[in-house]
């Protein structure tokens, strides 16, 4: 499985940014997904999760970015997102998601997120 997130940018505070993760490989649907984020000098934390199978799932947040952020995931397209909004300098971070499978557990690269003015 190969996870490939997109979609890190420099954004001014109050603004949206969203994330994606695509993924390679078979069972999809069956993946427990997430993105964390790691900042400068911090240790990595959870920010978001979505249970595996169809529909819209179920998710779960961190305290610091419930109302928002929103995780979403397309099964057709392989793809899991992350979308920001009201974004805060204290978001900057490199977020990477996570992919937990029946065949093991997987990250992503990761994506620079720089909230400044």
């Known amino acids: 499985v190969q996870l490939v997130e997109s979609g890190g940018d420099l954004v001014q505070p109050g603004g949206s940014l969203r994330l994606s993760c695509a993924a390679s490989?078979?069972?999809?649907?069956?993946?427990?997904l997430s993105w964390y984020r790691r900042a400068p000098g911090k240790e990595r934390e959870l920010v978001a999760a979505?249970?595996?199978?169809?529909?819209?799932?179920?998710?779960n947040y961190a305290d610091s970015v419930k109302g928002r952020f929103t995780i979403s995931r397309d099964n057709a397209k392989k793809t899991v997102y992350l979308q920001m909004n009201s974004l805060k300098p204290e978001d900057t971070a490199v977020y990477s998601c996570?992919?937990?499978?029946?065949?093991?557990?997987?990250w992503g690269q990761g994506t620079q997120v720089t909230v400044s003015s």
């Open positions: 996570n992919a937990r499978t029946p065949w093991g557990t997987y």
């Open positions: 490989g078979f069972s999809f649907s069956s993946y427990f």
């Open positions: 979505i249970s595996s199978g169809g529909g819209t799932g179920t998710t």
